[in-house]
Structures are given as structure tokens and as C-alpha cells.
């Protein structure tokens, strides 16, 4: 693409200076890298693939109540700080906290990946809206299943540690690990889809019969596909709890209505199947929603349900889909004199 | 919890069938609904469960102006079949060519917009319309309200209605035809887009009347429906399209085996019950598929 | 090693009440071209679907380098080293050629290509080397989907030869085709045989095409094996004459 240096300097002096130049939006900018990331991932399956999951959801939620448990289990009884509804306030010196908060990450993020792959054995053998049926259903699943888990605090839900910082500073950290999480996924989605295995997706996009029909294991690629966003999500489930502060099942972790539905809209409205696709949408979408937001009051999520529905029955292909049919030159696609559009080497 | 059902009060499984079977029968109308639109034009709508809340909305409205809910029965059909009818000619009438997830996703923002919107009407509060029937007693422990009775009747009476008008009608003729081969249809001069938005219309009338039902003998909140179009889905795959004894059958299924685990593990785990046999449902149909060397699709 | 590569005993498949295969018994030689012949509805497109996977036989059995296969998924069939091609011609439509081609190296679990290997140097060569042997080299860059149905069929048995399968099943190569380029599929489909060393086993339609390309055919007949031999043979045999010709 063209203007991808562009693209990454625009990003790299918003990421770097956002926070320096609007301190008081720094959680919000934080968000942005977040939504960025949930719709980069979704689209490794969702757009690449085909496989149009509504349940990525489940991971954030797992790997938010992975990383709470560990945070907390390795200086208290999980059990009974979560039965005393916040009457024991947990103290950490700043070792501490950090240390739990890495060990906590790294293992939603790997947890997720080992669940992915379990349920994806479960859910790959099924196409298209039944995959989509089959993986809202583990996200409900999963949310009613550590609804009734009284150790994580069932519907009560878990406070968190604090980060003993300043506020800016917390906010400055946190907004540190929800960037590199966001441009690590980016960077290592652009390579997976530099690969032999970008192909394979696609392949299986386009016509998984044929592609099973020429060998390729299908479920294997499927699966390594799911599991990196599964690591992802996980890991940026266990950020968001920490900076939430407050952890339930119904509307932090598993937010089905939210989350779960903005990185599906997120990926189409940008244009999904592209790797900047989703990573438009979900900055166009997250500025819109945060700007807008405080003035619609109670039609909040009316406006979003329009939005949505208008965005998937008139605009399907997304701003990067339109305008690679519009100006096909500057994607590198060329147009073939017997009026033939073809794809060069992206 | 076990020992209370078997071994010290063997008559609260009379109790808890009872139960499943009323449950069910407002299931088995939902679900026979998404089956038709299922069939006839390839429509998965994520939103049925929410169409069958709104049916029940619209019941609690009419009886707050002093109508009894079961009058309220005719006037829901009417205005859901309106509903139905503009919802297919602004949304539904431009995806029903794409892909299937298309179509799944639009019915999805369908029904996080309906959700937000019963819930801005109506609050958040769990509601349920009391019907003045009074307690059946059924020897000397099982004790049924007579609502329940009559929404069962009244199911019923629906389900055959539907099932005659299919048979028997012009447009049930046209409906079936056009579920069988689309583009024959329109070559022998049927409207195939009036038949589906009449289709259409007529899923979300069913849906009402389930929504009527529903908010009698349970309750109802603006966010219940994703669990009924779960349960719907659940139903549907099961028993396969075009097969009302096992759409039915089903229905019971999943009615009995949500109340069971509603009493033996508590009732925190209804919900989770339902969405399990969802996913049972679609394990089994994968290892079924798996043996004739297939996938579901 | 036998010289069998696929061999097929007392095959039968029926479909509610109509028995499209009634014990059916063939074989593949290795190294040779195969022919299946048949009229319409004969039976010959489900034998295929059989071997290759896409549903289970009733009784019977089907093994492949000796070892039993009829209860494999197709991928995992296709992994062995059986490819077959498509009647109505199958090719990711939305990717361009040589796209197409990259992905269809083998995937059997002694290729060195790995899920994540790189699309540049040795596989890209191969690609458009294949390319010009089907003679779309000047294509590659174009989307597949935009390519004449008879290019996409060539472009369908280019992919087919990238993976480097040990047998290829071809479901009539030359249906569609236009009859001026039948002859140049015939010399390719025999160059892939002796130069690449790949068994084909090819339904088709066309007996001309078949009697010049197969070097042993099988005759089916309402589900049942008709006849077998060299293509002569077979051509004076009068109950293929009057399959073809006569009778129902």
C-alpha cells in the first residue's frame, strides 16, 4: 500500500506524543489501542478466513478473570478476599504488583490460547452462521458459567489491586501496555500475513472445499489463526482489569453488547479481510463514539444499533473495500487492458 | 437437591415436567417461527428472541391501558405483523441475497437496537402481567396456575392455526412453493418478495403472540431476548428445518431440561442450561456429519 | 511396492433407494493413465466421490499404497497424496494466479514447506514455472475470478501439478472446453504423466479424448462395472457400443 509509511508515522507520533500533548485523554487514547487491537484480531478469522466469530469476546473476559485470580491468589486466599465483598483492602508494595501484573498477563494471554484451541475443535467443524451461532454461544456460556463461580466472586465480581502510583502515572503505564500490546498484534499479524499462511486463509475464504480438496489442514490453520487472537485478547483482557479497577462478568469482562459486537463493526466498517481495514475502523469508530457520545444520553446504543445496521446493509465492504474498488492503482492492483482488474504483489 | 426429588418428593418431577411442558410450548411457537423463515427464505435471525420480548411489551402496554393480556393477543399480532412486515422491506429485503453472515450480523444490530429501545420505553425492571387466574391444585401437592393452562391451550390453538394456513391457504400454497424452489416461484408469477415479507411478517406475529404468552406465565426484560434466540437456534438445529413433531419435541426437551437445572443446580444455571444444550446441539451435529464425511453448514 | 497404487474392492454406494454403485471393483496402476468411462448418471461421478471422500460407502473397500482410506476426511486423503480436480471448476476466486498456485504446494507431512514458510524465492519459481507449462504465465497477476472458464481449468490442473500429488483424479478435463485447446490439454495431461511421473485417473466424457489418452479403461454402466480393457479392445466391445448407443 501507498501511503503505509504514512499511516505508521501518523500512528507512531499519536501513540508516542498523545498521551504528552492531551494528558487528561490518556485513558481514552489507551481505549483507541485497545479497540484497535480487538478488531485486528477478529479480523484474522473473521475478515481472512471467513469464519465470522461473535464470541472473541469469551477471551478478554478469560483472561481478565485469569490474571485477576493470579493477582490476587499469590498474596491473599482468593476465596475469602472476594467473600468479603472489598471489606479487605489489599495492600501491594510496587514489586509486588508489577510482578503479579506480568506473571498475570503472560498467563491469560497463554490460557486463551490453550482454551482457543479447545473450543476450537469444538466449533471449526461447523460453517458459517453456525460457527457464528456456535462461538455467541460460548460466549454466554462462559459468562454464565463464572457468573455462578462464587471463588472469582460470581455476579459480585472482584475488586482489583491498586497500583500504588499517582493517578497520571498509573493512567501512563497502562496506556504503555495497551500500546505495545496493539502494535505487537499489528506487527504480528502483518507477518503472519506476509507468509505462506495469509494464502492458506485466504484460501479457505474463498473456497474451504477446494482447499481441503488440496490437502491443507484447514482445522490446523484455523485454529493457529484463532490462537492469536485469542493470546491477544487475553492479554488485553488482563490490562483492562487492571485499569478498570472492578471486575463482573456481565458487563466488564464479557460485554457481549458492547465490545463484543464494536470489534465486529469496528473490522466492517474499515473493511474487513484488509490488514488496515480494521485498524481505520476502529479509530474512526472509537473518535465518533467518544466525541458524540456524551450528547446522545439515553440513545447511546440506539444510535450504535443504526449505525451498525446501516454500516452492514448498505456499506459491507468498508472504507478500505470501497476504496480499493475506487482507486485500485494505489493498492498496487492493476487494471489489465482488457479491462481486467488484477492484484500485484501487495 | 437430588435426594429431594427422588427419593423424598418423587411427585415435584410431576411438578417440574409440568412446568417444562409449559415453558416449552411458548419455545416450540418461537422456534417454529425461525424454522419458517429459515426454510422459506435462508433468513438466521439473531434477533427472534427480541421480537418475542417486544411481543410481550406490546401486551404490557395494552394491559396498563386496562385491557386483560390475553385480549391483548389480537392486537400484538397485528402490530407485530407490521412491524415484521416494514422491518423486512428496510432491512432484511436487502441482505437476503448475501452471504449468510451478513444477514446474521444485520439481525444481530437488529436486536441490540431493539433491546436499547424496550429498555428506554420501558426500564430495565423485570416485569410480569398478572393474569387473575388463580392456582389449579393437582391432588394434593402439585399446584399449577391456571394460566399456565391456558397459555398451553392457547399455544396450541396458534401452532395449528399456522399449520392450516400453511396447509390450506393461498398464500401458505405460495409460501411453501417458494421455499421449495425461489426462482420456479417467480417464473409461475409469484411475488416471491411479497412472500417473504409476508413470511416475515407472519414470524414476528408468531413471535408476538410466544411474547404474550411469555410475559403471563414468566417474565420479561428488554435484555432476556438473546438467551430466547439462543434457545430458538438451539431448537431449530436440532430438530432440523421443515420437521414440526421434532421442532416440538425439542421444545419440550430443552423446557424440561432447563427446569431440572433449575432445581437441581440452582436456578443461577437456567440460562447456562439452555446455552449448554445449544452447544451439545452443535457438537452432536458435528460428530453426525463427521460420519458421513461431512461438515454443518 | 505394489504396482497397484489405488485399488477399489466390491465398492457399493446407494442414495436413499437408488443404487448408483453396485460392487464396483478397479485399480490404478502406477505410473499409468486410467481411464472411467460410462454414460450420464452412470454412476462414474459417485465411484470419484467415493475415493476421494466427500461420503461414506455402503460396504467394500478402497485403499491407497495398500492402506485402507475409505473412512478418511478428504483433507486428510488429499495429504496421502490423492488430488482430484473438480467437474465445475474450483479455484480461490478472489486471489490472483500465482496466489492460487503458491498455496497449493503440497501439504503432506514430508513437504519442507512450513505453515508459515516465505511466499518469495523456490515456491514463487515453481509457481510461474507451472504457470508457463499451462501457458498462463502472461495471466499471473490477474485475479483468478476474472479469468475465462477455460483458463481457470487450466489454472485449476496447474495447482493440481504444484501440489505434486502421487495420483490425480481428473473429473472430465475437457467438458467446457473450447475443442480447438482439447488437443493441448491431452499433451499436457500426458507430459504431466511421463515428465512429472504423476498416475492420473481421468473420467471423461469425450471418447476420443480417452481413447487416445488411457492406457486401461473402465466402462460403467447403471452403477455397475460394464466392461474393462486396453482402449481397443473397448471399442469393439459390443456392450459398450450399446451402452452408448442404444438401450434406455
Known amino acids: 500500500m501507498m501511503n503505509e509509511k504514512l499511516l505508521y508515522t501518523g500512528l507512531g507520533l499519536l501513540g508516542v506524543m498523545g498521551p504528552v500533548i492531551f494528558p487528561e485523554y490518556t485513558l481514552q487514547i489507551a481505549m483507541l489501542w485497545m479497540m484497535v487491537l480487538m478488531a485486528s484480531t477478529w479480523d484474522i478469522t473473521g475478515g481472512q478466513m471467513g469464519y465470522n466469530s461473535l464470541g472473541n469476546i469469551t477471551f478478554f473476559g478469560v483472561g481478565m478473570y485469569v490474571s485477576a485470580s493470579i493477582q490476587v491468589s499469590m498474596f491473599y486466599d482468593l476465596a475469602q478476599y472476594t467473600a468479603s465483598y472489598g471489606a479487605i483492602k489489599p495492600v501491594f508494595t510496587e514489586t509486588q504488583y508489577f510482578g503479579g501484573l506480568i506473571l498475570g498477563i503472560l498467563a491469560a494471554g497463554f490460557s486463551c490460547v490453550i482454551l482457543s484451541l479447545i473450543i476450537g475443535l469444538a466449533v471449526f467443524g461447523l460453517r458459517g452462521p453456525y460457527f457464528a451461532i456456535g462461538t455467541l454461544g460460548v460466549a454466554v456460556a462462559a459468562r454464565e458459567i463464572v457468573t455462578t463461580m462464587e471463588t472469582v466472586g460470581g455476579g459480585a465480581g472482584i475488586s482489583m489491586p491498586f497500583l500504588p502510583l499517582p493517578i497520571e502515572q498509573r493512567s501512563l503505564f497502562f496506556y504503555c501496555l495497551c500500546f505495545a500490546l496493539a502494535v505487537a498484534a499489528h506487527f504480528t499479524i502483518r507477518w503472519m500475513f506476509s507468509t505462506q499462511f495469509g494464502l492458506a486463509a485466504n484460501a479457505i475464504r474463498d473456497d474451504e472445499d477446494k482447499a481441503e480438496a488440496m490437502g491443507i489442514p484447514t482445522l490446523r490453520y484455523k485454529q493457529v489463526g484463532w490462537a492469536v487472537a485469542a493470546f491477544y485478547m487475553g492479554c488485553i483482557g488482563a490490562v483492562f482489569g487492571n485499569i478498570s479497577g472492578y471486575i463482573e462478568p456481565q458487563n466488564i469482562a464479557f460485554p457481549l453488547p458492547t465490545f463484543g459486537i464494536f470489534m465486529v463493526a469496528m473490522a466492517l466498517l474499515g473493511g474487513k479481510g484488509t490488514l488496515w481495514g480494521p485498524v481505520i475502523g476502529a479509530i474512526l469508530f472509537h473518535i465518533v463514539k467518544e466525541t458524540t457520545w456524551t450528547y446522545l444520553l439515553d440513545w447511546q446504543y440506539i444510535v450504535l444499533g443504526i449505525v451498525l445496521i446501516v454500516n452492514i446493509v448498505f456499506f459491507q465492504q468498508g472504507i478500505v473495500g470501497w476504496l480499493k474498488t475506487k482507486y485500485p492503482e494505489k493498492f498496487g492492483i492493476l487494471v489489465d487492458r482488457s479491462g481486467n482488474v488484477s492484484r500485484g504483489d501487495a | 437437591m437430588f435426594e429431594l426429588l427422588f427419593v423424598t418428593a418423587p411427585i415435584m418431577n410431576v411438578q417440574v415436567l409440568l412446568e417444562g411442558v409449559f415453558i416449552g410450548s411458548v419455545f416450540a411457537l418461537s422456534a417454529y417461527g425461525l424454522a419458517l423463515i429459515w426454510g422459506v427464505m435462508n433468513v438466521k435471525n439473531l434477533a427472534q428472541g427480541d421480537f418475542v420480548i417486544m411481543g410481550g411489551y406490546a401486551a404490557f402496554s395494552v394491559s396498563n391501558a386496562g385491557v386483560h393480556p390475553i385480549f391483548a393477543i389480537p392486537v400484538v399480532i397485528a402490530f407485530m405483523f407490521c412491524f415484521g412486515w416494514i422491518t423486512y422491506k428496510l432491512i432484511i429485503k436487502r441482505v437476503i441475497d448475501n452471504d449468510m453472515f451478513v444477514s446474521l450480523l444485520a439481525t444481530f444490530g437488529l436486536s441490540l437496537f431493539l433491546q436499547q429501545v424496550m429498555n428506554l420505553i420501558f426500564g430495565p425492571e423485570v416485569q410480569t402481567l398478572d393474569s387473575h387466574f388463580g392456582i389449579l391444585l393437582l391432588g394434593d401437592f402439585v399446584t399449577v396456575p391456571k394460566i399456565k393452562i391456558i397459555s398451553l391451550l392457547i399455544a396450541a390453538f396458534f401452532a395449528t392455526v399456522v399449520v392450516l394456513f400453511m396447509k390450506k391457504s393461498r398464500m401458505g400454497q405460495a409460501i411453501r412453493a417458494t421455499a421449495q424452489d425461489a426462482r420456479a416461484a417467480r417464473v409461475l408469477g409469484i411475488n416471491t418478495d411479497r412472500v417473504y415479507a409476508f413470511t416475515f411478517a407472519l414470524n414476528a406475529s408468531i413471535c408476538g403472540v410466544a411474547g404474550v404468552l411469555v410475559s403471563m406465565i414468566w417474565s420479561i426484560q428488554p435484555f432476556y431476548g438473546i438467551i430466547f434466540s439462543l434457545r430458538t437456534f438451539a431448537i431449530v438445529t436440532a430438530a432440523g428445518l421443515g420437521n414440526l413433531p421434532g421442532v416440538i419435541g425439542m421444545s419440550f426437551v430443552l423446557g424440561w431440561f432447563e427446569q431440572y437445572a433449575g432445581v437441581l443446580a440452582g436456578a443461577e444455571w437456567q440460562i447456562a442450561a439452555s446455552v449448554f444444550v445449544l452447544i451439545f446441539v452443535l457438537l452432536w451435529r458435528q460428530l453426525q456429519a463427521r460420519r458421513h464425511r461431512q461438515v454443518v453448514r | ?248
Not at chain 3, 140 to 158: T, V
Not at chain 3, 197 to 206: K, R, Y
Open chain 3, 1 to 248: 511396492m505394489s504396482e497397484n497404487l489405488i485399488e477399489i474392492k466390491n465398492v457399493s454406494k446407494s442414495f436413499g433407494g437408488v443404487k448408483a454403485n453396485v460392487d464396483i471393483s478397479m485399480s490404478v496402476k502406477r505410473g499409468a493413465i486410467t481411464g472411467i468411462i460410462g454414460p450420464n448418471g452412470c454412476g462414474k461421478s459417485t465411484l470419484f466421490n467415493s475415493i476421494v471422500g466427500y461420503h461414506p460407502i455402503d460396504n467394500g473397500s478402497i485403499t491407497f499404497e495398500g492402506n485402507e482410506i475409505s473412512h478418511l476426511m478428504v483433507d486428510e486423503i488429499a495429504r496421502l497424496g490423492m488430488l482430484r480436480t473438480f467437474q465445475q471448476t474450483r479455484i480461490y476466486g478472489e486471489m490472483n494466479c500465482v496466489d492460487n498456485m503458491q498455496i497449493s504446494v503440497s501439504h503432506r507431512p514430508d513437504s519442507k514447506d512450513s505453515m508459515f514458510a516465505s511466499r518469495k524465492g523456490e515456491i514463487r519459481e515453481r509457481a510461474e514455472h507451472l504457470l508457463e507449462f499451462v501457458g498462463l504465465y502472461s495471466k499471473r497477476n490477474l485475479i483468478s475470478g476474472d479469468l475465462s472458464f477455460g483458463q481457470q481449468k487450466l489454472l485449476e490442473f496447474a495447482m493440481a501439478l504444484m501440489n505434486e500429488p502421487k495420483v490425480l483424479l481428473l473429473d472430465e478435463p475437457t467438458a467446457g472446453i473450447n475443442p480447438t485447446l482439447i488437443n493441448g490439454l491431452i499433451d499436457r495431461l500426458r507430459r504431466a504423466n511421463e515428465e512429472l511421473g504423476i498416475t492420473l485417473c481421468v473420467i471423461e466424457h469425450n471418447m476420443r479424448v480417452i481413447m487416445n489418452l488411457a492406457s486401461h479403461i473402465y466402462c460403467l454402466s447403471n452403477g455397475k462395472m460394464l466392461a474393462n480393457g486396453e482402449p481397443e479392445k473397448l471399442q469393439n466391445d459390443p456392450r459398450v457400443i450399446d451402452a452408448y448407443l442404444g438401450g434406455h
